[in-house]
């Protein structure tokens, strides 16, 4: 393989081989797998891990993209084929250069792809800038405001320093869907409790349901909606994810639709009697 490519580099291949398998045919197969697989989405990555996975596919598509047009440049030489007519010659030199130009716009979003994933890591987005807080009050762990990347690092640092926490309180409007599935994780792995004494919404929600047992106090709203995405392929992957989390729980299905019915730019707020009722809350106090 490696042959092949040394050698298509210097335009050693056979004319017709080197324009169909090698200009053609292998660099839009790598296009199309490679922004395939970057457009795919699971809860199971970070900003910094598509930032990764970012990153290799611009290197994969701009070498192969240069390495076809600079072997099928030279493959059409005079030199490498001096029997071939130029018009022939030109022809191949205009479809290395259209495939090359296709490799390059693809790479054009990645830039500004990075800097929001970027952002997003270090809490420089709309998320991260809405603020939170990550406190101990005894045996008792405290997340308030927007549930951003950030706050993993400062929950993990926390619960490590007090093992004596018992429960988490969740005070929160939502946030990346990613940390509240995180979040839930963590807080079942270690057998919390959870308690929400105020708003728990959206992302939150994910990160109360980790809790046994999960409480709220009279009058606190939990609210519920369905995955948001920028594509119906990460959609459909963060709804796979919440829909198991759910069930795991044993909330019934009925509820579980109803949430996944609710658009994204709204929420639902079942009573407190719907709660207790879907085993989504175990107890209410005063």
Not at 65 to 74: H, L
Not at 211 to 240: Q, Y
């Amino acid at each position: 393989m490696s042959n092949v490519i040394v050698r298509n580099w210097r335009g050693d291949c056979a004319f017709w081989a080197s324009l169909l398998a090698w200009t053609i045919v292998l660099p839009l197969l790598v296009y199309t797998i490679v922004t395939f697989w970057l457009t795919q989405w699971s809860l199971q990555d970070t900003p910094v891990s598509r930032m990764v996975q970012g990153g290799l596919g611009f290197l994969v598509i701009g070498i192969v993209a240069i390495w076809q047009f600079v072997g099928m440049w030279r493959a059409s030489t005079a030199e490498k084929n001096p029997g071939r007519w130029g018009a022939t010659r030109w022809f191949a030199r205009g479809v290395a250069t259209l495939i090359g130009a296709a490799g390059l716009l693809l790479l054009i979003p990645f830039p500004s792809g990075m800097i929001s994933l970027y952002k997003d890591a270090t809490d420089q987005d709309w998320v991260g800038l809405q603020g939170h807080t990550v406190s101990v009050d005894d045996k008792t762990l405290e997340i308030k405001g927007y549930l951003s990347w950030g706050v993993l690092g400062e929950v993990s640092r926390a619960l490590a320093a007090n093992p004596e926490i018992e429960t988490v309180l969740l005070n929160s409007p939502g946030g990346h869907v990613g940390v509240g599935t995180r979040l839930h994780d963590e807080i079942k792995s270690r057998s919390l409790a959870t308690y929400a004494d105020e708003l728990c919404a959206s992302a939150c929600t994910l990160a109360f349901l980790g809790g046994n047992p999960r409480t709220i106090r009279k009058g606190a709203k939990l609210g519920f909606h369905a995955v948001g995405g920028e594509s119906a392929n990460s959609i459909g992957a963060g709804t796979d994810k919440i829909r198991a989390l759910y069930q795991a729980a044993e909330i019934p299905d009925a509820f579980i639709e109803r949430v996944f019915a609710t658009p994204t730019t709204s929420a639902w707020y079942p009573n407190q009697k719907e709660l207790m009722g879907a085993h989504v809350v175990t107890d209410v106090v005063r």
